[in-house]
């Protein structure tokens, strides 16, 4: 049985923090795929991280790849509450808990993604948007 709209971007969400994660240990940074990343955001996607930068998708891509292998065991990322907040016809936005640790500093970020259907994606969805808000200050 083919999975629900809703249910491809919820693999993709918890996939794509997998990846980062991967992607930012030197451990594994060596056997990750970055093409991956490069073929999760759709045309016009733009990013607005809790520091109010907005980033196209070029920058975005361009920020990911700048980052790999800057953690050594101690970057982690839990991703919990996705709920559908509205679809339609191959579309769908959702929003989620993303708590990170990186080398001990706790942070929660509140994130709000737009998502489209694209046959060549990993998990047959594309980002096209996501905003991310600081749930907390960051723990030291």
Avoid at 17 to 44: I, K, N
Avoid at 62 to 81: H, Y
Wanted: include cysteine; proline fraction near 4%; charge should be negative.
């Amino acid at each position: 049985m083919a999975l629900s709209l809703f249910e491809r971007v919820t693999v993709e969400i918890l996939d794509f923090h997998r990846f980062f994660v991967a992607w930012y240990d030197a451990a594994t940074a060596g056997s990750t795929d970055f093409d991956r990343c490069e073929r999760v955001f759709g045309p016009g996607f733009h990013m607005l991280p809790p520091t109010g930068k907005i980033f196209d998708r070029l920058q975005a891509i361009d920020l990911i790849r700048a980052n790999r292998a800057t953690f050594n065991g101690d970057f982690f990322i839990e991703i919990i509450d996705i709920v559908p907040i509205w679809q339609e016809a191959g579309a769908i936005a959702v929003t989620y808990v993303e708590k990170q640790e990186r080398a001990g500093v706790k942070t929660s970020r509140r994130a709000s993604a737009l998502f489209t259907e694209s046959s060549s994606a990993p998990n047959g969805v594309e980002w096209r948007h996501l905003h991310e808000t600081w749930m907390q200050p960051a723990e030291t």
